[in-house]
């Protein structure tokens, strides 16, 4: 996943789009995110960070045993992968989880929860 990811930014680094969409790329020892306009990509393993959603961006996660916190209003959010623990402050349209033994909090917002994976635990608390 992260070799994807790198590619990515490294291939999205270079794009041009105009405006304020232009792609912002991070990558570090916790992980690589790219934000392409008002998505925030984050893939790594067995890392533990902090992704802020703002105010209404949508987050897409992948990779495995991660501890993510993510903080502020999500208007979706997608997560992949496995054994990963991730707590939303906010989730407001949608939320699905693929991959197995994915354990997924979220503590206000009414999205609809999508779970087609296996053993994984979605709670709003």
Known sequence: MIGVL???????AGCSFGGGD???V???TSGAQIEIGNTINYGSFGTTAE?????????NVGGSNNTLTVKGTCAKANIGGADNKIDFE??????????LNNTVTYR?????????????????G
Not at 51 to 59: E, T
Request: with cysteine.
């Open 6 to 12: 790198g590619a990515a930014a490294v291939t999205l």
């Open 22 to 24: 232009d792609p912002t």
């Open 26 to 28: 991070t990558a570090g």
């Open 51 to 59: 992704i802020d959603c703002a105010d209404g961006k949508s987050v």
């Open 90 to 99: 906010r989730v407001e349209t949608e939320l699905s989880v693929v991959g």
């Open 108 to 124: 206000d917002g009414d999205p609809q929860v999508n779970d087609t994976g296996s053993n994984n635990t979605i709670t709003k």
